[in-house]
């Protein structure tokens, strides 16, 4: 018999005690808006701005509803306007072109390498030939491009780095923490990622205009006061009349949850990290898979696992079907129909034909992408690697 896993693949650790007691505090008191506070009181939400903004090491943060809304405040904060072009990485998922498109921008896409990273040479042509003054820089899957290249070409074209930090909350690049680098940094602490409060969003910068306009914006009515990290009043008087509210606080329940789970960040990173490398050591060796070497200015987290089997992309469906009968989920990015959670950049058909990208395609036509949740062990990992490269061996032969 071969050996079949038998665990769900969306299954997360529960909420401690610790924060389910005082999500009952919260509930108790009744006061569940981050503007209903009583005298001398800080919000729960207010509160969270301040620990996040001190754990990214960012002057300013935001709490909001989601990653996505982080994405559209972060790029109006920044001063897009209509038709504007944003640059950005073509192997993303659907919240960021729909985020550069409710904001009103037009994105270009550019490549991706073998390695899943945004191609600097693509990226330097397009910001040549495009005059584009926004770059929104998706950290896909984890995978930090060569920041200091990055940050050079902004440089260079005079353009705006929003980074999506949605995959790399608690990474680092050369020892700085992803977010830090660009002008404004958005991050999500939906249940599938970093930190679980259901839906929710964060947004840091070290820009006290943009901070000011997105907490504005963010529905912040004239109580922004009220921000755990924000800037000085001053800040606010300049631009609190031609900044919109566009609602989309957090409330102090998600806040709560956010804040009970920051302390434990570090420590599962590190747990991440251990399940994600037991599943790198099962596969790799193997001729027929190609995984991708870590830069070592990368310090990343692996909460979930890429890797491209060297079979031809009609097989992909059947190496699928074959994984999922052992119990082993993958999502292929390569589909040429968007299914669950993955999508190619050219089926966001509201944005009108897209020029091909060869290389981000050949590279998707073969990319396979399992979640690494915490409610897995370390031999869990082993078991869904040895299910893999069986499987894969098995259409190699
Ligand atoms: C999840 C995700 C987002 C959006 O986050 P939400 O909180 O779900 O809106 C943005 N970018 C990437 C890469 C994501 O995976």
């Given at each position: 018999m071969k050996p079949v896993f038998?665990?769900?693949?969306?299954?997360?650790e529960p909420i401690s005690n610790t924060v389910i007691e005082r999500i009952g505090e919260i509930l108790r008191s009744g006061r569940l808006h981050r503007y209903n506070t009583v005298e001398g009181e800080k919000a729960e939400a207010t509160l969270l701005e301040q620990e996040y903004a001190e754990w990214q090491g960012a002057k300013y943060c935001l709490a909001c509803t989601s990653g996505g809304y982080a994405l559209q405040l972060a790029m109006r904060a920044s001063g897009l306007q209509q038709g504007d072009t944003v640059l950005a990485n073509a192997y993303t998922l659907a919240?960021?072109?729909g985020a550069i498109h409710a904001a009103g921008g037009k994105p270009i896409f550019v490549e991706i390498g073998d390695d899943w990273r945004i191609n600097t040479d693509d990226l330097a042509t397009k910001a040549e030939s495009t005059g584009a003054k926004f770059l929104m820089l998706s950290h896909m899957r984890g995978h930090i491009a060569d920041m200091e290249?990055?940050?050079?070409?902004c440089e260079k074209h005079d353009i705006s780095m929003i980074e999506d930090c949605a995959h790399t909350m608690g990474a680092t690049w050369n020892g700085k923490r992803s977010g830090n680098f660009g002008k404004v940094a958005a991050f999500s602490t939906q249940t599938y990622k970093h930190i679980n409060s259901g839906e929710g969003g964060l947004l840091t910068t070290d820009?006290?205009?943009?901070?000011?306009?997105?907490?504005?914006?963010?529905?912040?009515?004239?109580?922004?006061s009220n921000h755990g990290a924000a800037p000085d009043a001053k800040i606010f008087d300049q631009i609190k009349l031609v900044s919109p509210n566009m609602s989309g606080r957090m409330d102090n329940l998600r806040a709560a949850l956010i804040r009970g789970?920051?302390?434990?960040?570090?420590?599962?990173i590190a747990r991440w990290n251990k399940r994600y490398q037991a599943l790198?050591?099962?596969?790799?060796?193997?001729?027929n898979i190609m995984t991708v070497k870590r830069p070592q200015q990368e310090h990343y987290v692996g909460s979930s696992f890429q890797f491209r089997p060297k079979l031809d992309p009609k097989q992909l469906p059947k190496l699928l079907e074959n994984c999922?009968?052992?119990?082993?989920?993958?999502?292929?990015?390569?589909?040429?129909?968007p299914k669950a959670f993955t999508s190619r950049y050219d089926s966001w058909e509201y944005l009108g034909a897209q020029p091909t990208l060869p290389k981000t395609l050949e590279v998707l036509a073969t990319t396979c992408d399992i979640r690494v949740p915490l409610t897995f062990d370390e031999g869990d990992c082993t078991l869904i690697g040895e299910i893999i490269l069986d499987e894969v061996n098995a259409l190699s032969a």
């Amino acid at each position: 018999m071969k050996p079949v896993f038998e665990k769900p693949f969306t299954q997360q650790e529960p909420i401690s005690n610790t924060v389910i007691e005082r999500i009952g505090e919260i509930l108790r008191s009744g006061r569940l808006h981050r503007y209903n506070t009583v005298e001398g009181e800080k919000a729960e939400a207010t509160l969270l701005e301040q620990e996040y903004a001190e754990w990214q090491g960012a002057k300013y943060c935001l709490a909001c509803t989601s990653g996505g809304y982080a994405l559209q405040l972060a790029m109006r904060a920044s001063g897009l306007q209509q038709g504007d072009t944003v640059l950005a990485n073509a192997y993303t998922l659907a919240p960021v072109p729909g985020a550069i498109h409710a904001a009103g921008g037009k994105p270009i896409f550019v490549e991706i390498g073998d390695d899943w990273r945004i191609n600097t040479d693509d990226l330097a042509t397009k910001a040549e030939s495009t005059g584009a003054k926004f770059l929104m820089l998706s950290h896909m899957r984890g995978h930090i491009a060569d920041m200091e290249t990055i940050e050079a070409i902004c440089e260079k074209h005079d353009i705006s780095m929003i980074e999506d930090c949605a995959h790399t909350m608690g990474a680092t690049w050369n020892g700085k923490r992803s977010g830090n680098f660009g002008k404004v940094a958005a991050f999500s602490t939906q249940t599938y990622k970093h930190i679980n409060s259901g839906e929710g969003g964060l947004l840091t910068t070290d820009d006290p205009f943009i901070a000011a306009r997105a907490i504005v914006m963010s529905g912040s009515y004239m109580l922004y006061s009220n921000h755990g990290a924000a800037p000085d009043a001053k800040i606010f008087d300049q631009i609190k009349l031609v900044s919109p509210n566009m609602s989309g606080r957090m409330d102090n329940l998600r806040a709560a949850l956010i804040r009970g789970q920051l302390g434990e960040l570090d420590e599962n990173i590190a747990r991440w990290n251990k399940r994600y490398q037991a599943l790198e050591k099962a596969v790799s060796g193997s001729p027929n898979i190609m995984t991708v070497k870590r830069p070592q200015q990368e310090h990343y987290v692996g909460s979930s696992f890429q890797f491209r089997p060297k079979l031809d992309p009609k097989q992909l469906p059947k190496l699928l079907e074959n994984c999922s009968n052992r119990g082993v989920d993958i999502k292929w990015f390569g589909a040429e129909e968007p299914k669950a959670f993955t999508s190619r950049y050219d089926s966001w058909e509201y944005l009108g034909a897209q020029p091909t990208l060869p290389k981000t395609l050949e590279v998707l036509a073969t990319t396979c992408d399992i979640r690494v949740p915490l409610t897995f062990d370390e031999g869990d990992c082993t078991l869904i690697g040895e299910i893999i490269l069986d499987e894969v061996n098995a259409l190699s032969a």
